[in-house]
C-alpha cells in the first residue's frame, strides 16, 4: 500500500509544532511519510536581499526540524532547511517530490516580515496542487 506524502511547514514557533500534534493524532504512523520543511526567509528592502543564511541561523533551523522530529518518534521523517521565501519554497517543495497533502497552522503574525512577503498561507492554498490543510492555533 502507497504511503501518504504529507509536508508540514515549521516556523519555528510554538504554534506551528500544532500541525505535528493533529497529525498524530489522526494519521496512523504506518500510513505516512513526512518531511518537515523550514524556510529561512529572504528580506528585501531598498533593493538590499538580506539572507538569514548566517551560520547561527542554519543552526537554529536544524534545531527546529531535529526538535520537531523528537515529536514524531516512530514515524518516517525526513527534514528539509532552505534559505527562500516561505511560500515559494513550500510550494517548489511540494510540486518537486510529489506530496499528496500540506498540513500546516495558520499563522496570526503581523508586522513588517508579514507585509513584504505577505501571508505564507495565503500563497500555499491559493497555488498549490494538492490539498492544504490548515490547523487552527
Not at 538590499?48 to 526540524?65: K, T
Request: proline share 3%.
Amino acid at each position: 500500500m502507497k504511503k501518504t506524502k504529507i509536508l508540514v511547514p515549521l516556523d519555528g514557533t510554538e504554534r506551528s509544532m500544532h500541525s505535528l500534534n493533529w497529525l498524530k493524532n489522526f494519521f496512523n504512523k504506518d500510513d505516512i511519510e513526512i518531511t518537515l520543511i523550514h524556510v529561512r526567509e529572504l528580506l528585501l528592502t531598498n533593493d538590499i536581499v538580506f539572507s538569514n543564511q548566517f551560520e547561527y541561523l542554519a543552526d537554529e533551523s536544524e534545531l527546529i526540524l531535529d526538535t520537531a522530529i523528537k515529536e514524531l518518534d516512530g514515524y518516517i521523517v525526513k527534514k528539509f532547511s532552505i534559505c527562500g521565501y516561505a511560500g515559494t519554497e513550500i510550494l517548489k517543495k511540494t510540486e518537486e517530490e510529489n506530496y499528496d497533502i500540506i498540513i500546516m497552522t495558520k499563522s496570526s503574525r503581523k508586522g513588517l516580515p508579514r507585509i513584504v512577503v505577505g501571508s505564507v498561507t495565503s500563497k500555499v492554498i491559493k497555488h498549490a496542487l494538492i490539498p492544504v490543510l490548515i490547523i487552527p492555533e
